[in-house]
């Protein structure tokens, strides 16, 4: 029942007993009556037989009931920004594993302090950014634009208004997703070739949700365009 609840709390939509039943390879008919059972215990999943359950957002319950899978990918991914991120991200991977590893039961530290798996560091390491990516990621969550200088490829310098979308992090650089004004079309910059950046605390106005899902849906069209059929 406690996978059940996890199925449930990293969805966005209605899961069918199905999809459940396959993902803990049990029968639909247990899923079906331990879905009951949680209901029972004030659990409030809503949904019904053949269209889906959901988990409502104020279900709370202990967020660091870690399994060793959920720990061992806490620490490789904490690896993997530590030796990838900026330095704010890199230092603020470090700060996530020293508490889980105060919360978790001592029988899961090994997991953390000497782990079993490894995240491989960049080798030569990315190159690097002139643009303060900390703020960045901040402007990204107010929905603040930001004025660059940008080198292409081709060295010409030329400066953009953009609304940030998203930091892509790459093995050898980190990647800026943006709407651009000057070109009314998304675009993406090299961290490494913005010359110069100004922060500007004008809003563009867009709810940051709503310009990455519109990000996602052209990326994913451009790509569909570009398979071969």
Not at 80 to 98: E, H, Q, T
Not at 100 to 109: A, E, F
Not at 143 to 161: F, M, V
Request: glycine letters at 4%.
């Amino acid at each position: 029942m406690f996978q059940i609840i996890q199925i449930l709390r990293r969805s966005s939509r209605p899961v069918t007993a199905a999809e459940i039943a396959g993902e803990l390879e049990v029968s639909q008919r247990t899923v079906y009556r331990d879905v009951a059972d949680l209901i029972a215990q004030r659990v409030p999943v809503q949904g019904e037989a053949g269209f889906g359950y959901i988990l409502d957002d104020a279900f709370d319950m202990p967020p660091l009931m870690l399994t060793p899978d959920e720990v061992e990918a806490a620490v490789l991914g904490a690896q993997w920004v530590a030796s990838r991120g900026d330095p704010v991200l890199a230092n603020a991977a470090c700060d996530l594993i020293a508490k889980i590893t105060s919360v978790v039961p001592d029988r899961l530290r090994p997991l953390i302090t000497d782990p079993a798996i490894a995240a491989r560091s960049t080798r030569p390491p990315p190159a690097p950014d002139r643009i303060d990516l900390a703020r960045t990621r901040e402007w990204i969550r107010e929905g603040r634009k930001i004025e660059i200088e940008y080198l292409d490829l081709q060295g010409e310098l030329t400066r953009r208004i953009v609304w940030p979308i998203i930091l892509g992090f790459l093995d050898d650089t980190r990647m800026l997703a943006t709407w651009c004004e000057l070109r009314q079309d998304f675009r993406h910059f090299r961290a490494d070739r913005i010359s110069a950046a100004t922060f500007l605390e004008d809003r563009h106005g867009m709810r940051p949700v709503t310009l990455r899902q519109r990000w996602k849906r052209d990326m994913k069209e451009r790509h569909e365009a570009e398979s071969p059929r």
